[in-house]
């Protein structure tokens, strides 16, 4: 704002006195003011201080009215506790097996071992919404679509039992266990979502042995 007042003027009297031609002979007095004035180092610095002046004192007053505005939290990926509470009683674990790894920031998930074959069966009814087979990442998945906005990804499967769009209750076989996919033993990585938010899956299962 500053340099464009400090311009101004000068702006204005290129677009009412034009420019001189090439060979004429020096310039008009007022040009000659204005770019002496805007060629000067130390115009040039202060120009440039009070620009950075008025960069830090906007953002200063930004964060200011930020820090004042009310916190506001994305109720649509909050789950209450009610919630939570019917949840750990209304779904099951998709396999019997022993917990090897849980969720923290590399793994959006939980990793259940097994052997090779055993049956698995979504944690709780809904629909088939995602198949996938492949050799790298999670190999063979499988994600089903239940209430509340809840969502569960069964991956390294060896094989898959549905096909997208099919219902399910929890008594239907997704698939087995397997090994496809990046893993170095049978297992089945769980993850679940909340509103496509990943959460841990044993803050909505039942506790495991």
Avoid at 35 to 48: A, C, D, P, S
Wanted: no cysteine; glycine share 10%; hydrophobic share 40%.
């Amino acid at each position: 704002m500053l340099l464009m007042a400090l311009m101004l003027p000068y702006q204005i009297f290129r677009v009412f006195v034009p420019a001189t031609r090439r060979g004429r002979p020096g310039s008009h007095p007022i040009s000659k003011f204005f770019r002496h004035t805007f060629e000067n180092k130390k115009t040039r610095q202060v120009v440039g201080a009070g620009l950075t002046i008025i960069l830090m004192f906007s953002g200063l007053m930004s964060n200011i009215a930020a820090a004042n505005e009310p916190l506001k939290t994305d109720e649509t990926v909050m789950v209450s506790p009610d919630s939570q509470i019917e949840t750990k009683t209304s779904l099951q674990h998709p396999i019997k097996g022993v917990l090897a790894q849980g969720f923290h920031g590399l793994h959006k998930g939980i990793d259940i071992l097994a052997p090779l074959g055993t049956e698995i069966r979504p944690i709780n009814s809904g629909q088939v919404i995602e198949i996938s087979f492949g050799r790298i990442g999670w190999g063979n998945t499988v994600v089903v679509e239940h209430e509340q906005g809840l969502k569960s990804r069964y991956a390294h499967m060896r094989d898959i039992n549905v096909v997208e769009g099919q219902a399910v209750d929890k008594e239907v076989v997704l698939g087995t266990v397997g090994m496809t996919g990046w893993t170095t033993g049978p297992h089945l990585h769980l993850e679940t979502y909340q509103y496509d938010k990943a959460i841990d899956p044993q803050s909505v299962l039942p506790e495991f042995p």
